[in-house]
Structures are given as C-alpha cells and as structure tokens.
C-alpha cells in the first residue's frame, strides 16, 4: 500500500484538481549512484517550494506555512506539463477545476480563473508578469512556452493581494529554470522533451541544461520549437446557429442573382475538417547564471520568445468575407487577405534571494525584469498594425524569521508599461501605465487555529499620451482567514476579502477597429475602480484513503467592467464597448481521489472533478463568456513502470448568455493516456502515448470569443518523450 500512497500524497493531495502524476516516492531514496543526484534535487525542490504536514507539495507566500488566503490552489509540475502539453498555457491547464480556456486560436489561448479573464488574470514568471500584451486582447498569445517550464502554479480567488489589481480574479505563475537556485551534484543536469500529434501536425522539442562552474556558480541554456499545421475538427467549422445564417445569406444572395456570392456564403457555410488559417510556428532562447552562496542566490537571465501564428477569420464579416474558397489543409490560395500575428519579444530578469540571519527578518527577495515587445498583425502580406510595449516591473519583500507564533512578510513592487501602437487599425492610442504598490501579508498561531492576513495598496496612473487624458487610481484590498487544522490531514477555513482594480489603458482608451478580433472596440475614459467583496468556505484533507479538496466562493462586485456587444456595426465590424455595472459571481469546484484497490504491484485509482460557476449582471442579465457546468471521472491503473489513464470530460450547454452571444451546445471529450517509465532505477524517462477526443467530437468552449467559428481539436494522437538527468 505504501507505493500507492505515496503516489497518491504527490498527485492529489498536492493541489486542488491537478492531474496525477508519474510515481515517485519523495520519502524514498534509492541507494544506486545513478539515483542519488536526483534525489538530493527533488529534496532541495521541496525545500524551496515548502511542504505541509504530509510532504506534499503546496503553494505558498512568502513567510506563509500555506496560502489558506488563496484556497483554490493548484501545482502543475513536468509530468502534469508532459500529460497536457499544448503551446498555450490557458489549454494546458483547461483540466483543473474552475479553469478554462480563452480558446481564440491554436495559437493564443490564455487561462480562464472561475469565469474571470484578460484584465483580471495576471499571467506571470516567478512571481513577475509576462510583460506581454495578452491581457489586452484574446487574439494576443501569452509569450511562454511550457515546454520548458519547471512548474506552474495556478491560483484562484483575489490574488490581487500578492501580485496586483490585474490579478483580482487570479493568477497563474509560471516558474522557469532561467535563473538556477541550487547547485547539480551532476557533471550538468539535462531536461528534455519532444513531441508529435495528428491534428495540428504538432513539431516540438525542446531542452534545458545546467551547468555547474566551481562550487558556487551555475549556468542555465534551454531552448525550445514548436510547428503546427491547421488544425483538424471532428466536423462543420461554424457553430449550427452560424451555419445556418450563412445558408440563409446564400439563398437570399442566390434570389437577387449573386452566385458567386452565394457560392462564397456555401463553400464557407460547409467547411469541416480542419480550421483554415490555424498554423503556428515559435522558438525560444532563454540564457542565466546563479551564484548561490550557502542560503542566500541570485542571478540574472536573458530571453527570447518568437511566434507567427494564424488568425481564423469569422466567415460572413466584410473582414473575413475572402474564406477558403480553393484552401488546401496545409495552405491558404493565393490573393487570399488572411490575417496573422508575428510576435517577438526580449526579456531580461534578475532575481536575488539573500539570508539576512536571526535578526526579525530571515530574508531579502528581489525580483527585477525588463521586456521589449513588438508584433506585428498582417493582412495578407502587408503589414496592419504593429503594437509596441517595453516594461519594467520590480518587486521585494521582507521576510520575518519563523520565531514564536506569527510568520510572514511585507513588500514593495511597482510595473512602468510604455504601449504604443501603429497602422490603420491601432484601435488603441499610445498610453503610459505607471503602477506602485506596498503589501503585507501575516499569518499568527501554531495551533489548530490559525489566522491569515493580507492588506495592499496600490496607486496606478493610465495616460493617453496622444489625446493628453489622464487617469489616477488609487486601491486598497485586504483578506483575512481564518483556518482550522484537524488531526487526520483535514483543513477547513473561510477567507473573506475585499479587493479592488483600477481600470486598464484598453478599456479606458480603446476606440476602433481591430482586424484579428473582428470587432470595433470603443473603451470609457470615465471608468470608476472595479472592486469586489468576497466570501470562500473550504475543506481539504484525506478521509480514509480518499483525498479531497472543496471550495464554494461568492463574490459581490460593484462596478464591475465588461466588453459586450451592442448589436450595431462599425466599419463592417460588429461594435463591442466598455460598460460597468455591478455583478455577482457565484461558484463551486472541487476533487476527489481515492484507490479501488492495490495489490502491491498494480494500484487502481479513481479521480472526480467538477466545477460550476454563475455570473449576473446588477440588471438581471448574464455576464458574457461564462463556462458551463464541467465534470471529469477518470479511472487510473498505475504500477511503478506503467500508468494506464482513461477519462470523460463533460461540458453542459451553456444556455445562460448575455445580449448577443451565442449558447454552446454539451459535449463530452474521451480520453486516453499510457505513460511508461522504460528504465527501473531512472524515473526521469518518460514516455507517453495518448488518444485525446477519441470519439471526434466537436467542442466549443463558452468562454472562447470565437467560439462559432473556432471548435476544439478533433481526434488526437500525441506522442512524448521527457528525460530528466
């Protein structure tokens, strides 16, 4: 029972609805040489990371033992990465609970947090924001690569408390091996993966290495590529309710004499199999250097991130009216105006963690990072507009000593973001986003009471530099918790917060049309500060040999800010504005796993997921692009070479739906998963074959603005190979 058990403290106890992962028993020790070294890395990794009570991995603040204050949480770690690996963070992560997708494109999806998206997630790398422009828009990619990240860390709920008023509906941190915190016993230490699907033709590969120089001194390469083609459907490209309108736009066309033109309405109407305009090719190039000095490290890192991807056009808009009248799967004909994005973007990151002894405060962290971002969004092949964004963002904190009963720290960050954009579609206008904020969190007792506190303050300055408006926020938000800790490996708690968010350069100044999104965006310069109460209650723990993890959370917002359609056009555009008013947020998500049966040698586990989120207007109506019911059962046969996977992904329709938005019918994903790890003494070698979507169904996802004319991938087979040595 102790192999299963141990499997079971890594894969579920972890973090609320993260995947299963690979066996490894992290109190075990295998006295090969070969084994020892990575070993001793997995004890440093669950130093730094912080471990509870049963050595599983959790997530947690600076000076914090957990963060209750932030209930949903949850890890992904290499081998959950491997299992859902996709180019884009928000579909690698689409199967914890109370996540979604933005689904725009194969080539953009960002996270979906409880119902929450753009402006209230922040996406960021160790601890820092991307510096891109994916907030801003849903057509924008995330400008990270998973393939070589170390781990992720999602967390749900106001994490505007930790990392800014963008984060007030979460977060999801990326950690990354750029800047090295620990010194290999190997000669180097090499991570590697490479993979192949059919429904986009997936390419990739990538590699990271560390080097030790002495003692002291470590240097870090990785790099990574990816190349997709279109992506294959199970069926119709267009929605029913979309389909039919083209129909019905041919035959009108046909009664007035327009063939051609009702021909063009037809061939688009019928598109099935594949996604026109869905490729995608990105590498990146990633440089660092650590210097660890007993318990205090720093270093620094430079990065380059480089991606083209395909824009699918919406059939039926004067934008997109050119369709794929003689496309091929692999290609677009020529003369075609097809729209698509290359994006680059240079980074450079500085990271310091220095020891400060037994004084009140037991250590320093700074964080430090620059980017400069550019991409460009073509029209065929002429250039349409080309955004611009270099930013700075810095951050320390303070950490107390774990002395008597109170731990936890206090910190500074401030973010400088210079956006300017150029061409006949710039539909915002050049503007200045100046941001300082200062953050205390506490955490007091040691007993099986504790009480969390959290308080930030945070002033923010939004300047149209060329219509000279300017917009000055200042934000307040706080939290506290309060958690009880039972004997038997059980935590319950409630979190009540109060956070606040200052409206971003987008939805102040946006006023025009925007080719890739196919929408005339028209912003507010009078937007008040969004701010919301919220209320939490959860429980976590093990029962019996089942673990579970259940949070029920409640927000109330007052002047909640929206993108919504209005129903008119706009340069052959429908009009999209900025509104405000207030909202409620309502939601459920949970897990569970527990073992069937273990015999020693195999062990038969079962995981349950779901998740349910409600959103209302102040006027009655719906909030746009919420997700549906979700629910996943899987059934998991493991043993210490082999791990056999098989789930049920269902969606519920999702009927509820704001003025002009579409509904999106149920569906169910089966999928299949083996994963085999071929060498005894070295778990570090993975191999995965799985069938994803085996029945070839099509799905929409609610939360994708294009989810009409952009379905999930159809029937997949992925191929995978990881090695970590």
Same mark, same amino acid.
């Given at each position: 029972?102790?192999?299963?058990?141990?499997?079971?403290?890594?894969?579920?106890?972890?973090?609320?609805?993260?995947?299963?992962?690979?066996?490894?028993?992290?109190?075990?020790?295998?006295?090969?040489?070969?084994?020892?070294?990575?070993?001793?890395?997995?004890?440093?990794?669950?130093?730094?990371?912080?471990?509870?009570?049963?050595?599983?991995?959790?997530?947690?603040?600076?000076?914090?033992?957990?963060?209750?204050?932030?209930?949903?949480?949850?890890?992904?770690?290499?081998?959950?990465?491997?299992?859902?690996?996709?180019?884009?963070?928000?579909?690698?992560?689409?199967?914890?609970?109370?996540?979604?997708?933005?689904?725009?494109?194969?080539?953009?999806?960002?996270?979906?947090?409880?119902?929450?998206?753009?402006?209230? +997630?922040?996406?960021?790398?160790?601890?820092?924001?991307?510096?891109?422009?994916?907030?801003?828009?849903?057509?924008?990619?995330?400008?990270?690569?998973?393939?070589?990240?170390?781990?992720?860390?999602?967390?749900?709920?106001?994490?505007?408390?930790?990392?800014?008023?963008?984060?007030?509906?979460?977060?999801?941190?990326?950690?990354?091996?750029?800047?090295?915190?620990?010194?290999?016993?190997?000669?180097?230490?090499?991570?590697?993966? +490479?993979?192949?699907?059919?429904?986009?033709?997936?390419?990739?590969?990538?590699?990271? #290495?560390?080097?030790?120089?002495?003692?002291?001194?470590?240097?870090?390469?990785?790099?990574?590529?990816?190349?997709?083609?279109?992506?294959?459907?199970?069926?119709?490209?267009?929605?029913?309710?979309?389909?039919?309108?083209?129909?019905?736009?041919?035959?009108?066309?046909?009664?007035?004499?327009?063939?051609?033109?009702?021909?063009?309405?037809?061939?688009?109407?019928?598109?099935?199999?594949?996604?026109?305009?869905?490729?995608?090719?990105?590498?990146?190039?990633?440089?660092?250097?650590?210097? #660890?000095?007993?318990?205090?490290?720093?270093?620094?890192?430079?990065?380059?991130?480089?991606?083209?991807?395909?824009?699918?056009?919406?059939?039926?808009?004067?934008?997109?009216?050119?369709?794929?009248?003689?496309?091929?799967?692999?290609?677009?004909?020529?003369?075609?105006?097809?729209?698509?994005?290359?994006?680059?973007?240079?980074?450079?990151?500085?990271?310091?963690?220095?020891?400060?002894?037994?004084?009140?405060?037991?250590?320093?962290?700074?964080?430090?990072?620059?980017?400069?971002?550019?991409?460009?969004?073509?029209?065929?092949?002429?250039?349409?507009?080309?955004?611009?964004?270099?930013?700075?963002?810095?951050?320390?904190?303070?950490?107390?000593?774990?002395?008597?009963?109170?731990?936890?720290?206090?910190?500074?960050?401030?973010?400088?973001?210079?956006?300017?954009?150029?061409?006949?579609?710039?539909?915002?206008?050049?503007?200045?986003?100046?941001?300082?904020?200062?953050?205390?969190?506490?955490?007091?007792?040691?007993?099986?009471?504790?009480?969390?506190?959290?308080?930030?303050?945070?002033?923010?300055?939004?300047?149209?530099?060329?219509?000279?408006?300017?917009?000055?926020?200042?934000?307040?938000?706080?939290?506290?918790?309060?958690?009880?800790?039972?004997?038997?490996?059980?935590?319950?708690?409630?979190?009540?917060?109060?956070?606040?968010?200052?409206?971003?350069?987008?939805?102040?100044?946006?006023?025009?049309?925007?080719?890739?999104?196919?929408?005339?965006?028209?912003?507010?310069?009078?937007?008040?500060?969004?701010?919301?109460?919220?209320?939490?209650?959860?429980?976590?723990?093990?029962?019996?040999?089942?673990?579970?993890?259940?949070? !029920?959370?409640?927000?109330?917002?007052?002047?909640?800010?929206?993108?919504?359609?209005?129903?008119?056009?706009?340069?052959?555009?429908? !009009?999209?504005?900025?509104?405000?008013?207030?909202?409620?947020?309502?939601?459920?998500?949970?897990?569970?796993?527990?073992?069937?049966?273990?015999?020693?040698?195999?062990?038969?586990?079962?995981?349950?997921?779901?998740?349910?989120?409600?959103?209302?207007?102040?006027?009655?109506?719906?909030?746009?692009?919420?997700?549906?019911?979700?629910?996943?059962?899987?059934?998991?046969?493991?043993?210490?070479?082999?791990?056999?996977?098989?789930?049920?992904?269902?969606?519920?329709?999702?009927?509820?739906?704001?003025?002009?938005?579409?509904?999106?019918?149920?569906?169910?994903?089966?999928?299949?998963?083996?994963?085999?790890?071929?060498?005894?003494?070295?778990?570090?070698?993975?191999?995965?074959?799985?069938?994803?979507?085996?029945?070839?169904?099509?799905?929409?996802?609610?939360?994708?603005?294009?989810?009409?004319? +952009?379905?999930?991938?159809?029937?997949?087979?992925?191929?995978?190979?990881?090695?970590?040595?």
């Amino acid at each position: 029972m102790k192999f299963l058990t141990s499997k079971l403290a890594i894969s579920t106890a972890l973090a609320m609805g993260a995947a299963p992962l690979a066996a490894q028993d992290i109190n075990s020790s295998d006295p090969s040489g070969s084994q020892a070294g990575e070993d001793d890395r997995l004890e440093d990794d669950l130093h730094n990371r912080q471990t509870d009570y049963q050595g599983n991995i959790i997530v947690s603040a600076s000076g914090l033992e957990q963060l209750d204050i932030l209930a949903g949480t949850s890890v992904f770690e290499a081998d959950d990465i491997q299992r859902n690996l996709n180019g884009q963070i928000g579909e690698v992560l689409a199967k914890l609970p109370g996540v979604s997708a933005t689904s725009f494109a194969p080539g953009s999806s960002r996270p979906v947090l409880r119902g929450f998206q753009g402006e209230r +997630v922040r996406v960021l790398v160790d601890g820092i924001g991307t510096a891109d422009v994916s907030n801003t828009s849903v057509d924008h990619a995330t400008s990270i690569d998973p393939l070589t990240a170390e781990r992720i860390e999602v967390l749900r709920g106001p994490a505007v408390l930790l990392y800014g008023s963008q984060a007030i509906g979460g977060a999801v941190n990326v950690i990354d091996k750029r800047i090295p915190t620990r010194v290999p016993e190997e000669a180097f230490h090499l991570d590697a993966l +490479v993979a192949a699907d059919t429904a986009s033709d997936l390419r990739t590969g990538g590699a990271s #290495i560390d080097v030790p120089i002495g003692s002291n001194f470590v240097v870090h390469v990785d790099g990574s590529w990816r190349e997709t083609d279109n992506l294959e459907i199970g069926g119709f490209q267009l929605s029913p309710a979309l389909r039919a309108e083209l129909l019905a736009e041919a035959a009108e066309e046909e009664a007035e004499g327009e063939f051609e033109e009702a021909e063009e309405f037809r061939e688009s109407a019928d598109q099935a199999g594949f996604i026109p305009n869905t490729a995608a090719e990105t590498w990146t190039i990633n440089g660092g250097f650590g210097v #660890i000095l007993g318990e205090s490290t720093f270093g620094a890192s430079i990065g380059y991130y480089d991606t083209n991807y395909g824009v699918p056009g919406r059939p039926g808009t004067e934008h997109a009216h050119e369709g794929e009248e003689g496309e091929e799967e692999g290609g677009e004909e020529e003369g075609e105006e097809i729209v698509s994005i290359d994006l680059e973007q240079f980074r450079a990151d500085f990271k310091g963690d220095i020891a400060l002894g037994d004084g009140f405060f037991s250590q320093l962290k700074l964080r430090a990072g620059y980017s400069d971002y550019t991409h460009t969004e073509f029209e065929g092949e002429e250039v349409g507009t080309v955004f611009e964004s270099n930013s700075i963002e810095t951050r320390a904190e303070l950490v107390q000593n774990e002395s008597g009963p109170s731990r936890g720290s206090i910190g500074i960050q401030y973010r400088y973001r210079d956006f300017f954009a150029e061409g006949a579609e710039a539909y915002v206008p050049p503007n200045t986003t100046d941001q300082f904020a200062v953050f205390g969190l506490q955490e007091f007792g040691t007993g099986p009471f504790q009480l969390e506190l959290a308080a930030r303050y945070e002033t923010t300055d939004v300047e149209d530099t060329v219509n000279n408006i300017a917009r000055d926020y200042d934000t307040v938000s706080g939290a506290i918790g309060l958690v009880w800790e039972g004997d038997d490996a059980l935590r319950a708690g409630v979190n009540l917060s109060r956070a606040e968010r200052a409206p971003s350069a987008e939805e102040l100044f946006s006023n025009g049309p925007h080719i890739a999104t196919q929408a005339f965006e028209i912003g507010d310069a009078d937007l008040e500060v969004e701010s919301a109460w919220g209320a939490e209650v959860f429980v976590r723990g093990t029962a019996g040999s089942a673990q579970f993890n259940l949070a !029920v959370f409640q927000q109330w917002f007052d002047d909640y800010i929206y993108l919504t359609e209005t129903g008119d056009e706009e340069d052959g555009l429908p !009009v999209f504005v900025y509104l405000q008013q207030d909202a409620d947020y309502f939601g459920v998500e949970g897990d569970v796993t527990f073992p069937l049966f273990d015999n020693g040698d195999f062990g038969l586990i079962t995981d349950l997921r779901a998740s349910y989120i409600k959103a209302e207007l102040g006027d009655g109506t719906n909030v746009p692009r919420i997700p549906p019911l979700e629910l996943l059962g899987a059934l998991e046969l493991q043993s210490s070479a082999f791990d056999l996977r098989g789930e049920v992904q269902w969606f519920a329709e999702q009927d509820e739906t704001a003025a002009f938005e579409t509904s999106t019918d149920d569906f169910a994903l089966v999928n299949l998963l083996v994963s085999w790890r071929p060498l005894a003494n070295r778990e570090g070698v993975t191999v995965q074959l799985a069938a994803d979507n085996i029945f070839d169904v099509v799905g929409r996802r609610h939360a994708s603005f294009t989810k009409d004319f +952009v379905p999930l991938a159809g029937r997949n087979v992925r191929a995978s190979v990881r090695l970590s040595f």
